[in-house]
C-alpha cells in the first residue's frame, strides 16, 4: 500500500504534496487546484478550492494501480469533515485505528478529530472511486459571526469527549449535484462561483440527511436530545433560506 502524509497547512500545498507523489499534470484556476494523476500511477483527477467562510473541499475521481493511504493532519476540535462517496468505496480512521469506517456509494461520513490529530483516507487499487469532502473549519474568524461554523461546532465538536464518526443513510440528490459540479465546463469567475454555490447545496443536503437520520432515531428510540434536534434544526432552515 502506498502512504501519502499530508504536512501542508493549506489546501495548494497539500494539492501539490499529491502531486509530488502521484505525479501528473496540475493546473489552477483562480482559487481551484486540479491535479491529474500520471497515468503509471492509475488515471483519474483530485481538485480541490477553498471557499468564503473557512470551508474547503476537495474531490477525488480516480482508478488507482495501487492501494492507497492519505494521512491529513488535523488541528483538534476545529473541523467537522463531511466526506461522502459517489462511485465506489473509500474507509476512514482515526491516527493508528484498525478500525475503519467505511463508506459505501451514495453514503455521507460526518468526521471531527476531538482526541485525535490525524484522518486516514484509505483507497482501494483497480476500483473507480470518486468521493468528495467539504471540510468547516469551525475555528476560522474573520470579524464576522458563520451561522454555519457556529452550530456545526455546537453539533459535532462542543462536549464532546471522543472523536466523532457517524454514517448517514444513502442520499441520491447528493450525488446529483457532485455529478453537475464535475459537469462544469466554464473557466475563471463564473466557474468559481458556479463551483462555491454548488459546494454549499452539497453541504446543505448532507446536513438535512443527518437532521432526517436523527429524526428517525427519535421516532424509533426517544434517545434524542432536545438540544440536538434543536441545534441541527436551526441550521437546516438557515441553510434553506
Do not use: W
Not at 76 to 98: L, M, P, R, W
Not at 175 to 182: C, E, F, G, T, W
Amino acid at each position: 500500500m502506498k502512504s501519502i502524509e499530508i504536512t501542508a497547512t493549506t489546501l495548494q500545498d497539500s494539492i501539490e504534496q499529491l502531486h509530488n507523489e502521484l505525479g501528473g499534470l496540475i493546473k489552477k484556476d483562480l482559487k481551484e487546484h486540479y491535479l491529474t494523476i500520471e497515468p503509471a500511477n492509475g488515471s483519474g483527477y483530485i481538485r480541490g478550492m477553498l471557499l468564503k467562510g473557512g470551508i474547503s473541499f476537495i474531490q477525488f475521481d480516480i482508478n488507482l494501480n495501487e492501494d492507497l493511504k492519505i494521512v491529513f493532519n488535523t488541528p483538534q476540535k476545529s473541523f467537522v469533515n463531511f466526506t461522502y462517496c459517489s462511485e465506489g468505496q473509500i474507509a476512514h480512521a482515526f491516527d493508528d485505528q484498525t478500525e475503519r469506517l467505511e463508506l459505501e456509494t451514495f453514503q455521507t461520513g460526518i468526521l471531527s478529530n476531538i482526541t485525535s490529530e490525524k484522518n486516514n483516507l484509505y483507497f482501494r487499487k483497480n476500483l473507480q472511486t470518486s468521493a468528495s469532502i467539504i471540510s468547516v473549519n469551525t475555528a476560522f474568524t474573520d470579524g464576522r459571526i458563520h451561522v454555519i461554523n457556529t452550530k456545526l461546532r455546537e453539533r459535532f465538536i462542543d462536549d464532546q469527549k471522543d472523536n466523532v464518526a457517524i454514517v448517514s443513510s444513502p442520499n441520491l440528490k447528493i450525488a446529483q449535484r457532485l455529478k453537475q459540479l464535475r459537469a462544469i465546463k466554464q473557466d475563471g469567475v463564473v466557474r468559481t462561483l458556479l463551483i462555491e454555490g454548488l459546494v454549499h447545496v452539497v453541504l446543505a443536503l448532507e446536513i438535512d440527511q443527518h437532521k432526517r437520520d436523527l429524526h428517525n432515531i427519535a421516532h424509533s428510540t426517544g434517545s434524542l436530545t432536545r438540544k440536538a434536534m434543536s441545534n441541527i434544526k436551526e441550521l437546516s432552515q438557515y441553510l434553506n433560506n
